[in-house]
Structure formats: C-alpha cells, structure tokens
C-alpha cells in the first residue's frame, strides 16, 4: 500500500523505522542493501517507470505491471511447479457491476499512463481489462513479516484453483522467509502456504475462506457474490450454522430481555459502531474508548457474549486500550472477545491463534503473568498449525512462551519481588531487589525490551 511505503520494507514486508530508500525512483523502501539486491530483480523494471512517470500508481496498477513483466520474462511458459497460468485465471468482468466496471477502468488508464510507450508492442485494453478483472476475484491480501498488518495484494495462480468453504480445512499463509544471513544465498524465500487445519481424508477437497467468517451466512453470501460471482452453498451457509450465536441475546437467571429492547440495543451497536469507525479514522482514540465502554456497558444485560456486535466493540476497545496503555481494561475485554471468538470459530483458525496471541501480550503487558502465559501457550499450538514453526510470528510466539514461562517460576516463587523487579524494569529503575540477583535484573529487562 502507498500509505506503507515508508514503513515496509518492500522485498521482506518487515516493518521498522529509518529504512532505505532506492535512490532512482525514491519510492521503494529496504531493510539493507541486502533486502533491496534481492528485490532488484523485480523491481528495476517497476523503478525505471516510476521514474518515467513522475510518481507510483495505486498497488493493483503495480501488481498488473509486475504481472506482464514477469509474464515477459518468463515468455508466458508455465514452470514446472505452477499447475495454470496467469491467462487462465477466471476475470468475471462481464459479471461486473457498472459501478465495478467503471472502477476498473479508471484502472486500465492509470495502467496505460504508467506502463513504457512502445508503439511496436501496444497493450490491448482488452487484455489490461482481463488481467484487472483476474487480480479483482483472485489476488490474495499480504501481510506484514508479524501477520498484523495488510501491507498489498498478490497473486498466486495455483491458490486460485482452491475453492471456497465458509469451514474450511486448509488455511493459506504468507511466510516471508528468512533475509538475516549476510549471504543472500543462505536465505529462505518468501512463499505463499497452503496448510491444513485437520486431518484431511483421501479424496476430500482442500478448502480455503475467501471471507471473514464472523460474519451472518446472508452477509457471507452477499460478499462473496459481489467479489468472486459465485453463490455459496456450503453447509454452514445452506443450514445457517451458528447465526443464532452471532445475533443470540443475553441468557442467565431471571427474565429473558423484551424484543424491543434487543431491537432498540441492536440499533444503538449498529450506530456505534460507525460512529467508532470514524473516530478511529481520525485518531480520537479516547473517543473510540468512551464509546465502546457506553455501548458495550448498554449490551452487557442484553446481547449474548458470542453477538457480533458485542464481539467487534470489545475488539475495538481493546486494541485502542492497549495503544494508550491501559493494559488492565483492555485485557479485560481481550478476555471477553476471545471467550466469544473460541465458540464461534474453526478450533485451529488463524484469526482466532492471532487473536488469542494479542489477548495473552494484552494480559502479560498488565502484569496478569499467569492468564498471559496460559495464552500465549494456547495461542502458540494454533498457530503451530496456521503458521507452521518457521513462520517469523510463530518464532516470536516461541520467544515470548518462553520468557513468561520464565517470569511465572519467578512469580510463583516470590509474587512480590517478581513484581518489584518487574515495575523496575519497566521503569528503567534500579532497585534493592534486582541488586541481589543480577541474572534476574538481565532477564527482566529483556522482557521489557521485547514488549
């Protein structure tokens, strides 16, 4: 994404401040010349035309340039380890709405200003219009090197021959590698990974989502018609499994809430929910707070603890407690999310791994050292089977179970001088405690750099 170019390295996705720049098209970013050689090879061509232009396009236009170009390189010859091409690949453009087709075609001019002027080998609109209709229903959303942060798109012509279920038994991750030996040759590529969540029988389809499940099987349906023009007929579609859970009102002792309340509570989420989006757009993190903590104190009695709305507000309100430090609150509310997140989705889900894996950082950073470790050990079995073990987030995963396995023997031996060495690393103090044992002092302070 443009508004990430300054902030992520453009061949490894990993995101860090004082990056270098490529000094022809000044747009590119890298880690190190080391990042930057690597990435030469794909990105000369891009270099050359950002410097003809005057400036970068938007990142399809990048995507579909850097489509032809290696379509060029490679003289459109399918390597052995790629099951179909690019050309292959289902546009839907005649599908499209007119609104979706006009977008695209102010795509398709952005494309033809931006691509090198050769009158002996003209690009035919049509076929710029086709690759544009291919990234539209096919190209995969990428990550930054944590898995926390969209970064762009690509495209990955044998993961488009994997079908969609809203449940499904495969999951497919981008593993950015390993660029940190200093010769380029010992390091591990950037791969994109289909990996089974289960044991998948002989014969059964791989499945992937398309969509974010946490969402009402109508709604599912209506993005995945509009985005890949095909109606879902998956049996959590079709039997409109666990839709009552996602809109399911609060139960318990006593009476049950009127309809009109529910109604009238649903409405307000609906409402706040806009209103915290805009907040965020704007950075009012304190607003974003304060209206969380209404609506969701206005639910409490009313919405179940698995309702959707509920669900996204206790999101929202942890994540922006978290960024203003106020780890108790929103460790609380992680807490809450999570229990939500466990009875609504796929067991060895991505989302809920990652989420889980905030949740138990969330806790550690509060100081709630136990529930923190429990989670990030949780956190880590999942995504041990998401991520596999030489995803870069599953090796901090490891990193951080390590050391809150260490802090725990600390707290469960001495709670008070757990917690007086801890304030005063955190702090940068020294103190009476960390005097008396110097290897403790260094282990603490460890972790204080790592959160």
């Known amino acids: 994404q443009e508004s990430l170019s300054t902030a992520v390295c453009h061949n490894c996705f990993r995101q860090q401040a004082n990056l270098h720049r490529c000094v022809q098209c000044k747009f590119a970013h890298y880690c190190d010349r080391t990042c930057q050689t690597a990435c030469w090879n794909e990105h000369k061509k891009e270099c050359a035309a950002i410097r003809s232009s005057g400036s970068a396009p938007s990142e399809n236009v990048r995507l579909a340039a850097r489509m032809l170009w290696r379509i060029q390189r490679d003289t459109g010859v399918v390597s052995d380890g ?147 023009h095909f109606n879902c007929t998956c049996k959590h579609c079709t039997e409109h499994i666990k839709d009552d859970l996602m809109m399911a009102a609060k139960e318990g002792e006593g009476s049950k809430p009127s309809a009109e309340l529910i109604k009238q509570v649903t409405t307000a989420s609906e409402e706040c929910l806009e209103k915290v989006a805009k907040c965020r ?64 989705h796929h067991p060895t889900n991505a989302q809920l791994g990652m989420a889980i894996m905030r949740a138990g950082v969330t806790h550690w950073h509060a100081g709630q050292i136990e529930v923190g470790h429990e989670l990030i050990c949780k956190a880590y079995g999942i995504l041990l089977i998401t991520h596999g073990p030489n995803h870069p987030i599953t090796q901090d995963l490891e990193s951080m179970r390590r050391q809150t396995e260490m802090e725990l023997k600390m707290f469960k031996q001495n709670e008070e001088v757990y917690r007086t060495m801890r304030e005063a690393a955190l702090k940068k103090q020294p103190a009476k405690a960390m005097a008396e044992n110097s290897s403790t002092e260094e282990k603490i302070e460890d972790v204080s750099r790592k959160q």
């Open 281 to 344: 757009l704007q950075g009012d993190f304190h607003g974003v707070a304060r209206l969380c903590g209404e609506c969701l104190s206005a639910q409490e009695n009313v919405l179940a603890d698995t309702h959707l709305y509920k669900l996204r507000l206790q999101s929202t309100a942890s994540e922006v407690l978290s960024y203003m430090h106020a780890f108790a609150e929103a460790a609380a509310y992680s807490r809450k999310t999570i229990d939500g997140y466990m009875a609504l």
């Open 82 to 228: 790629q099951l179909t091409s690019v050309d292959e690949l289902v546009d839907h453009v005649s599908d499209l709405t007119d609104e979706d087709r006009e977008e695209l075609q102010i795509d398709v001019h952005k494309f033809m200003d931006f691509w090198p002027k050769n009158p002996r080998k003209p690009q035919p609109v049509e076929y710029i219009s086709h690759i544009f209709g291919i990234i539209k229903c096919n190209a995969f959303t990428l990550s930054d090197q944590r898995g926390l942060q969209a970064v762009g798109v690509g495209l990955f012509p044998n993961l488009c021959m994997v079908n969609h279920d809203c449940w499904p038994n495969c999951t497919v991750i981008l593993n950015h590698g390993n660029q940190s030996a200093l010769n380029p040759a010992l390091h591990s590529k950037r791969r994109i990974e289909l990996r089974a969540l289960e044991k998948v029988a002989e014969g059964v389809e791989l499945t992937v989502s398309y969509v974010d499940f946490l969402n009402l099987s109508a709604e599912r349906q209506r993005i995945l018609k509009k985005q890949y």
